[in-house]
């Protein structure tokens, strides 16, 4: 859930602990508003929010699920939520990207190393 909230020592069948909301608009306070105004147990909340255009399964299934969006212009962009951390983005650097890269929908090398450059602005 970010910001160093531990809910380990919580049942993940009972009730989502008191947990502030100061972050409007926030991943985060949207899950606390979400589980408190559902009535949610963590675990709930956990598949609540899983189950939404969830991806499983191997980097090709991955994929071609992003190729799948992509091409039908469901979608222009990605925002990855990762199961486990830390080893989740690492995962998707180390086998999705690859796949992606194989498939051309990805590039392998930029124009310069700084964003301004990958998008061709000049320097200030």
């Known amino acids: 859930m970010g910001d160093d909230i531990d809910l380990s020592n919580h049942d993940v069948d009972g009730p989502l ?3 502030p909301i ?3 608009g926030s991943r985060r306070d949207f899950a606390v508003a979400l589980a408190k105004e559902k009535h949610l147990s963590i675990r709930q909340l956990y598949l609540h929010l899983s189950a939404r255009n969830a ?3 191997t980097a090709e299934d ?3 699920r992003f190729e799948e969006w992509y091409d039908s212009e469901a ?3 990605f925002n ?3 199961t486990h951390d830390p ?7 180390e086998l999705v990207i690859p796949e992606l890269q194989k498939r051309g929908r990805f ?3 930029y124009s310069g190393n700084t964003l301004r450059s990958h998008f061709g602005f000049s320097v200030p």
Request: charged content about 30%; glycine content about 18%; proline content about 4%.
């Open 87 to 93: 080893g989740g983005i690492e995962d998707f650097v």
């Open 55 to 57: 991806i499983v399964g």
């Open 17 to 19: 602990p008191d947990i």
């Open 80 to 82: 990855l939520f990762f």
């Open 107 to 109: 590039k392998t090398k």
């Open 75 to 77: 979608a222009d962009g």
């Open 62 to 64: 991955i994929a071609d």
């Open 22 to 24: 100061g972050n409007k």
